[in-house]
């Protein structure tokens, strides 16, 4: 058979014209992964336990349990095998478990708290949360058949030694642990992020430099004696050897943003303290923009950016690197420029997160971004009135505007 041949039947087939916002798409029509069929399992869960504990008449709770428990447990299973992965590819370890074996939910979850607690104490702490409502679920159903069939292989009838249970009180649990889940992903992507900037050891994260990194004292106090008392409390603290700590430290002094925490500064190429003198003559309009560098717009605008949260200090080279011919145009240089008047406190976080605080400190006493922003508030005032009273069209309006 074609594997891009189609499939539909009268069962499983596509919706009329009314009906298309039904058309559930699945397969690789669309992004399809084992968190996403966890998390339709714990959807189907939620809608099942509402619907019971809305309608107790209609709803017969002696038949309904099965599917709320099944699917329940299905959500973690997959949410379990999910993560093992997840978290071994964070910092490439090593795991022997065969995911698509077992159905063990102890055997996955064991791994998974094993892989979290080797990788990044954060993680670790996540799945202790997690372990007695995980445990729960091993005690009654540990490999997914409690609530498949009555009947196990052996033709003794399942949950005999628990003859009941509770919607409500399986519904609280069962909406703490969702709520772990949905922490623990959260993590997974925020730390899969941090690891990628490649600031961590053997034995600390980033998190953990960072840490270190204010705990120690200013780089020009590192001769006096109090500074091996120091050092011996953050080997006790951390669980360090001295060589770790000495690998920490080298790479703290040579890092943008920690090293500026020990007062010392890695400057940034490009730019300096008459950048920015002729950044202020240009929003004075004394200079045109080309007084300022193709390289330095691209520094300024890449400072710019990694003040936003989705960036890492690291990632300020990347960015350089995939910026830097854009700024060869002198449109985007006009269109950043506009954006960077009206959203200036973003160059000031941005040169704090990079460790810059000498520059940062004379561009908050020598650049004044004030008269700008009421010059392009009334230049746009100007510009929208002039367009409807018809003295510019919308082409020309463009050109003039820009």
């Not at 077992?102 to 607690?117: A, S």
């Not at 104490?121 to 996540?126: N, Q």
Request: charged share 25%.
């Amino acid at each position: 058979m074609n594997s891009q041949e189609r499939i539909f039947n009268r069962t499983f087939s596509l919706g009329g014209d009314e009906f298309t916002h039904l058309n559930a798409c699945v397969g690789n029509n669309g992004f399809v992964d084992k968190l996403t069929y966890a998390n339709g399992y714990g959807k189907a869960t939620k809608l099942l336990i509402e619907a019971v504990i809305e309608d107790n008449i209609s709803i017969f709770v002696d038949d309904i349990v099965y599917p709320i428990c099944f699917n329940a447990r299905h959500h973690i299973e997959l949410f379990l095998k999910w993560a093992v992965p997840k978290v071994k590819a964070i910092r490439n370890t090593s795991s022997e478990i065969h995911l698509s074996t077992t159905h063990d939910l102890e055997k996955l979850f064991g791994e998974l708290d094993r892989l979290c607690n080797k990788t990044d104490f954060r993680l670790g702490f996540l799945t202790s949360k997690m372990a007695g409502f995980i445990n729960d679920f091993c005690e009654i159903d540990p490999t997914g058949q409690t609530f498949r069939y009555p009947d196990n292989r052996e033709n003794a009838r399942h949950l005999e030694k628990t003859p009941i249970i509770n919607i409500l009180v399986f519904r609280d649990r069962y909406l703490e642990l969702t709520g772990l889940i949905e922490e623990f992903v959260e993590a997974i992507y925020v730390l899969t992020d941090e690891y990628r900037t490649g600031t961590f050891t053997s034995k600390l994260s980033r998190h953990q430099i960072a840490q270190i990194a204010n705990l120690l004292p200013q780089h020009s106090d590192w001769i006096l004696q109090e500074f091996d008392l120091i050092r011996r409390e953050l080997k006790q603290q951390f669980n360090l050897t001295s060589n770790d700590l000495s690998r920490v430290i080298d790479k703290i002094r040579t890092h943008r943003e920690f090293s500026s925490l020990i007062g010392l500064e890695l400057s940034l190429p490009h730019i300096s303290e008459n950048t920015f003198l002729k950044l202020q003559k240009v929003i004075d309009q004394e200079l045109e923009v080309d007084c300022i560098s193709v390289q330095a717009w691209a520094t300024i605008y890449c400072v710019f950016e990694i003040s936003s949260y989705q960036y890492y200090s690291e990632s300020f080279d990347f960015l350089y690197q995939t910026s830097i011919r854009d700024f060869e145009d002198l449109g985007e240089v006009y269109s950043f420029l506009s954006k960077l008047i009206r959203y200036n406190d973003r160059l000031a976080l941005g040169l704090r997160k990079l460790g810059q605080i000498k520059l940062l400190n004379f561009l908050i006493q020598r650049v004044n971004f004030e008269s700008a922003v009421f010059r392009l508030k009334e230049e746009n005032r100007l510009f929208f009135e002039r367009m409807r009273n018809g003295e510019i069209d919308l082409g020309e309006g463009k050109r003039e505007h820009t």
